[in-house]
């Protein structure tokens, strides 16, 4: 069965600093691979997604992710964070097998961004 | 374009009462997904429509819940008698490609 891992429940960090948000999946082929921000009272809103090509990928609001086969990880990373990165971020992994297609997602991390 | 919406965007009910949550996806998208998120959870996966086929029922939690999608568009998730711990945000999403589009959810306070 497929499963996310997210280690970090809060993260903080001060405004400007970088930061990188853990993701770890296990999967048994290559993996479909997205982070989600859930911003307070809102559906979630894709940052970017890995299906093939290129590990590194870049996403929405100045975001990157790096694909690492080797290591089952999917890292979430900016250079620079605004107070409005504040969020609840979500690594999903998918598809599933069995013929459904089923995200499966992590329990997510708090970024909390001080001035 | 439009997105995902769900109606109401809240919901308070007495225990034991049935509720109906609605999900309008996105046209044109074959597959609809409804979420549970629970206070400081992640999303724990409901139920799977994808075109005509006969849905994944497997992540519902117990037989008060039921869902249907008519005409292959609009949803509507059913939770009969409800109990306090069905309190939670429940998300709707659609999809064509393998990209789930999230409506904003349906808060359910269950007192």
């Known amino acids: 069965a497929q499963s996310v891992t997210q280690p970090d429940i809060h993260i903080t960090v001060s405004e400007g600093a970088s930061l990188e948000l853990r993701c770890n999946y296990s999967?048994?082929?290559?993996?479909?691979l997205f982070w989600y921000v859930q911003s307070p009272g809102q559906g979630l809103q894709l940052l970017l997604k890995y299906f093939s090509g290129d590990t590194l990928v870049q996403g929405i609001k100045g975001f990157e992710a790096e694909f690492k086969r080797s290591q089952s990880s999917f890292n979430l990373r900016k250079p620079s964070v605004h107070w409005s990165d504040a969020a609840e971020y979500f690594c999903?992994?998918?598809?599933?097998?069995?013929?459904?297609?089923?995200?499966?997602f992590g329990r997510g991390t708090s970024l909390i961004v001080h001035p | 374009g439009a997105g995902v919406s769900q109606s109401p965007s809240n919901k308070v009910t007495e225990k034991g009462k049935d509720v109906e949550l609605r999900c309008d996806p996105i046209?044109?998208?074959?597959?609809l997904y409804w979420y549970r998120q629970s206070l400081g959870q992640g999303l724990e996966f409901l139920i799977y429509?994808?075109?005509?086929?006969?849905?994944?029922k497997s992540g519902l939690p117990s037989d008060r819940f039921s869902a249907e999608r008519t005409g292959g568009s609009v949803s509507t998730l059913t939770i009969q008698r409800t109990q306090q711990e069905d309190s939670a945000v429940y998300l709707c999403a659609s999809s064509l490609d393998n990209e789930q589009y999230f409506g904003p959810g349906t808060r359910l306070t269950v007192t």
């Open positions: 429509f994808q075109g005509n086929s006969a849905p994944d």
């Open positions: 046209s044109g998208h074959t597959a």
């Open positions: 999967y048994g082929a290559t993996p479909y």
């Open positions: 999903a992994v998918g598809p599933a097998s069995g013929g459904s297609y089923i995200p499966t």
